[in-house]
């Protein structure tokens, strides 16, 4: 099994950046969609971005195109998302995913707290 490993939330001020990392043991996701998925307080999780493979195409929300990018190094196992000019409505926990098709995930991080201030 994948395990999923989050950092790299933090309270923040609107306006500034964060870089979330997601770090995967246990074998390579070298064949695996990633993305991050958020859940903002009182709503229900809400998908941010996908990048595919073996291209890595992506796939974002609305909501965050323009400010946010992901990244994946499967050489180290890690995918990355960089997330720009953050708004308070970017307050949310951030969930790294992993699936071996679209549609289903199949490992879930734990999540980071990621809150930003007006």
């Known amino acids: 099994q994948v395990q999923l490993i989050e950092s790299g939330g933090g309270l923040v001020q609107a306006g500034v950046s964060l870089r979330l990392s997601c770090a995967a043991s246990?074998?390579?996701?070298?064949?695996?969609?990633m993305g991050w998925c958020r859940r903002p307080p009182g709503k229900e999780h809400e998908l941010v971005v996908i990048?595919?493979?073996?291209?890595?195409?992506?796939y974002y929300a609305d909501s965050v195109k323009g400010r946010f990018t992901i990244s994946r190094d499967n050489a180290k196992n890690t995918v990355y998302l960089q997330m720009n000019n953050l708004k308070p409505d970017d307050t949310a926990v951030y969930y790294c995913?992993?699936?071996?098709?679209?549609?289903?995930?199949?490992?879930w991080g734990q999540g980071t707290q990621v809150t930003v201030s007006s």
């Open positions: 246990g074998r390579t996701f070298s064949s695996y969609y």
């Open positions: 990048i595919s493979h073996p291209v890595s195409n992506t």
């Open positions: 995913a992993a699936a071996r098709q679209l549609g289903k995930v199949d490992y």
